[in-house]
Structures are given as structure tokens and as C-alpha cells.
């Protein structure tokens, strides 16, 4: 039996609907939602990530500014531009694309950006509401994402046996604490690359969340059956069959076989960050 996929493209697409009616209504209103994205350098996938964001806020009527810096922009330089968008009124959300070049300090930017205008959800002002259990700040977008998927499939986590793999402040660490909080009440176990019998943890899981960026790590072999798998991985490879690139995730795609749900890559968890994205950008235009 194979499993009911997490359709995350079309769910970020009747996100993207209701979005933009409300947009609609804000620019009655005379506000103009508007997200500007900085990227330094040119790392390739970056490129891809930002253009798709630009895109999802034109098909949202969201305004958005792309700032494209060479890669041998100054820390300082950003940080001065990042001063003049948190002074800027018409600007709401404020996006520096991950991973910078080596020189700047991604956690010295993400503090600078004004709690309010923290669209990704990383400044420790929003992670300290969340590990409050408090939603109302901006909340991390791919954690988000994926817990808007679970509960559109109504998915019911309390009690289960989540594992997470990988625990970045971009995903696994924020995911941890909104499956484990209040009203959710998953019993969450974190894993990471110095974890011991990660397969045998797996094993035991209900739900598996593997976000740790490599290829088909999670074998079929390591899930249990009718377990729900959630893929935050995109990895490009070569398919030695077409030789041509490829979009992967971290989980053996045949596990497929073995759960009841599984979220596709690509379409799974990616468009639903971006959907995220833009909903947090709608939310700050709101509340400035
Ligand atoms: N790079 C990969 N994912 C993200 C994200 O959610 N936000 C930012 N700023 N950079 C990323």
C-alpha cells in the first residue's frame, strides 16, 4: 500500500487564494504589503529560492523588493541597508536569503532586523515567543509550513512519537518546540549527526522529519509501518540513468511503501514555506 502524499503545492496555493483577498482589502485600506529579500552572493539555489519567493508575491499582489548584492558586500553594508528598510514604512518584511558568504554573521543580521519586520522568524525576540508557546509573533516559516500540512491531512500528533533530524535554528530546532507545545503535544525527539542508532530511533517513530540536507539519508528500512514521513530536503543530484539534475530529498523515496503519509520532492514542504513566507509578510503589514 502506498502512501497518501502531503500535496504541499496545491494546500500553498489555496493559501496563496485567501491571501490575496486580503491583500485586496489592505490596499482599499492603503496599505500595500510589501517584502524586501537580500541576497548576497550568488549561490545558485539561492537565486532559485528568492526568485520563487518573488514570484509567490506577485501571483499574491504583494509588492517585492529583490536586493542582489555581490558577494564581497561588507557585513557592515548589509547591516546599513537592513537600518534603512527598518526605517522605510512602506517596507513589512525584511528576508536575508541563508546561507550568506563566510563574512557575515547570519545571526549578527537576523538581530538587526526589527522583531516586526522578521518575516523568516528567526530574530530571538520571535523564537523567545515561541518557546513561550505564544503564536502571536512571527512565527519560522518551513516549521510552519509543515505544521499547516499535518493539520490540513488531520494528522493527530498528541502523544506521538515525532523524530526530528537535524537541528537547525531555520527548521529542526523551531519545529521541535511548536510539535511539543501546548495543544499539540507530540513527544518529540531531536536527532542530529552525532546521534547514536538513529535508525533504531526512527524505527520507534510514528512521524519522521528529516531536515537535514542529505540525499535519502532515512532508508525504507528505518520506517515503521503506516508512519507519516515529512521530506524538508531538496537536494540537486545527477540521475545517472538521464544524466541530467534532479531535485532529491533526505528520505528514500520507495519509504513511500511503507508510510500512510509523505510529503513529495518538490511540492511538499518548499511551496508551503513560501506560503508561510507571504503570510507572515501579510501579518507584519497588519500589525505595523
Ligand atoms: N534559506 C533556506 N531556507 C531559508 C529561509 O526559510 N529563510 C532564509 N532567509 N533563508 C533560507
Same mark, same amino acid.
Given at each position: 500500500m502506498g502512501a497518501v502524499l502531503l500535496d504541499g503545492k496545491s494546500l500553498s496555493r489555496e493559501i496563496e487564494d485567501s491571501l490575496k483577498i486580503k491583500v485586496n482589502e489592505l490596499k482599499k485600506d492603503g496599505i500595500e504589503p510589501h517584502l524586501a529579500v537580500i541576497l548576497v552572493g550568488d549561490d545558485s539555489a539561492s537565486h532559485v529560492y528568492v526568485r520563487n519567493k518573488e514570484n509567490a508575491c506577485k501571483r499574491t499582489g504583494i509588492k517585492s523588493t529583490k536586493m542582489i548584492l555581490p558577494v564581497a558586500t561588507s557585513e557592515e553594508e548589509v547591516l546599513q541597508i537592513i537600518d534603512e528598510m527598518n526605517k522605510n514604512? /512602506?517596507?513589512h518584511g525584511i528576508l536575508v536569503q541563508s546561507p550568506t558568504p563566510k563574512h557575515i554573521n547570519e545571526l549578527k543580521i537576523t538581530e538587526r532586523i526589527y522583531p516586526t519586520k522578521d518575516v523568516d522568524g528567526f530574530h530571538p525576540w520571535n523564537l523567545g515567543k515561541l518557546v513561550q508557546g505564544d503564536m502571536r509573533g512571527l512565527i519560522p516559516c518551513t516549521p510552519a509550513g509543515i505544521m499547516k500540512l499535518l493539520n490540513n491531512a488531520k494528522i493527530n500528533l498528541v502523544g506521538k512519537k515525532v523524530t526530528v533530524i537535524g537541528r537547525s535554528r531555520i527548521v529542526g530546532m523551531p519545529l521541535s518546540l511548536m510539535l511539543a507545545q501546548k495543544g499539540i503535544d507530540a513527544t518529540v525527539t531531536i536527532t542530529h549527526s552525532r546521534s547514536k542508532d538513529i535508525e533504531k530511533i526512527c524505527m520507534a517513530s510514528d512521524v519522521i522529519i528529516a531536515a537535514l540536507g542529505i540525499p535519502g539519508f532515512v532508508k525504507k528500512e528505518w520506517i515503521k509501518d503506516s508512519s507519516v514521513i515529512v521530506d524538508v530536503g531538496i537536494s540537486r543530484v545527477i540521475d @545517472?540513468? @538521464? /544524466?541530467r539534475h534532479k531535485l532529491v530529498g533526505d528520505i528514500e523515496p520507495s519509504a513511500i511503501e511503507k508510510a500512510s503519509y509523505m510529503t513529495p520532492v518538490?511540492?511538499?514542504v518548499g511551496p508551503m514555506t513560501i506560503a508561510m513566507l507571504l503570510t507572515n509578510t501579510v501579518k507584519a503589514a497588519i500589525n505595523n
Amino acid at each position: 500500500m502506498g502512501a497518501v502524499l502531503l500535496d504541499g503545492k496545491s494546500l500553498s496555493r489555496e493559501i496563496e487564494d485567501s491571501l490575496k483577498i486580503k491583500v485586496n482589502e489592505l490596499k482599499k485600506d492603503g496599505i500595500e504589503p510589501h517584502l524586501a529579500v537580500i541576497l548576497v552572493g550568488d549561490d545558485s539555489a539561492s537565486h532559485v529560492y528568492v526568485r520563487n519567493k518573488e514570484n509567490a508575491c506577485k501571483r499574491t499582489g504583494i509588492k517585492s523588493t529583490k536586493m542582489i548584492l555581490p558577494v564581497a558586500t561588507s557585513e557592515e553594508e548589509v547591516l546599513q541597508i537592513i537600518d534603512e528598510m527598518n526605517k522605510n514604512n /512602506d517596507i513589512h518584511g525584511i528576508l536575508v536569503q541563508s546561507p550568506t558568504p563566510k563574512h557575515i554573521n547570519e545571526l549578527k543580521i537576523t538581530e538587526r532586523i526589527y522583531p516586526t519586520k522578521d518575516v523568516d522568524g528567526f530574530h530571538p525576540w520571535n523564537l523567545g515567543k515561541l518557546v513561550q508557546g505564544d503564536m502571536r509573533g512571527l512565527i519560522p516559516c518551513t516549521p510552519a509550513g509543515i505544521m499547516k500540512l499535518l493539520n490540513n491531512a488531520k494528522i493527530n500528533l498528541v502523544g506521538k512519537k515525532v523524530t526530528v533530524i537535524g537541528r537547525s535554528r531555520i527548521v529542526g530546532m523551531p519545529l521541535s518546540l511548536m510539535l511539543a507545545q501546548k495543544g499539540i503535544d507530540a513527544t518529540v525527539t531531536i536527532t542530529h549527526s552525532r546521534s547514536k542508532d538513529i535508525e533504531k530511533i526512527c524505527m520507534a517513530s510514528d512521524v519522521i522529519i528529516a531536515a537535514l540536507g542529505i540525499p535519502g539519508f532515512v532508508k525504507k528500512e528505518w520506517i515503521k509501518d503506516s508512519s507519516v514521513i515529512v521530506d524538508v530536503g531538496i537536494s540537486r543530484v545527477i540521475d @545517472t540513468s @538521464t /544524466d541530467r539534475h534532479k531535485l532529491v530529498g533526505d528520505i528514500e523515496p520507495s519509504a513511500i511503501e511503507k508510510a500512510s503519509y509523505m510529503t513529495p520532492v518538490p511540492g511538499g514542504v518548499g511551496p508551503m514555506t513560501i506560503a508561510m513566507l507571504l503570510t507572515n509578510t501579510v501579518k507584519a503589514a497588519i500589525n505595523n
